[in-house]
């Protein structure tokens, strides 16, 4: 069974970047599809972005389309989300998962805080 764990996050300005990591255990890690949520406080998760199993294929929220980008490497595996142009808005607990059908346990999730 895989399991995920999110890294990456901090605290930074508006206009900076981040790149947000998604590290699986296990063997099977190129079996699933996977795709990146995020939570601010008070809210309910939502979709950021997937990627399919091969790498071949993404899929974006219109609020991150642009600005950011989802990436594998199955060698590794791992998983990418490299945020550019980070605004206020994008602060949020960001959390990864199979897609679309969710792992049943969650990660911890990488805490991203953007002032202004």
């Known amino acids: 069974q895989v399991q995920l764990v999110e890294s990456g996050g901090g605290l930074v300005q508006a206009g900076d970047s981040l790149r947000l990591s998604c590290a699986a255990s296990g063997r099977s890690f190129s079996s699933y599809a996977m795709g990146w949520f995020r939570q601010a406080p008070g809210k309910g998760r939502e979709f950021v972005a997937a990627?399919?199993?091969?790498?071949?294929?993404?899929d974006y929220a219109d609020s991150v389309k642009g600005r950011f980008t989802i990436s594998r490497d199955n060698a590794m595996n791992t998983g990418y989300l490299q945020m550019n142009s980070l605004k206020p808005e994008d602060t949020a607990v960001y959390y990864c998962?199979?897609?679309?059908?969710?792992?049943?346990?969650w990660g911890q999730g990488t805490q991203v805080t953007v002032s202004s």
């Open positions: 990627i399919t199993r091969s790498g071949g294929g993404t």
């Open positions: 998962n199979a897609v679309p059908y969710y792992l049943s346990s």
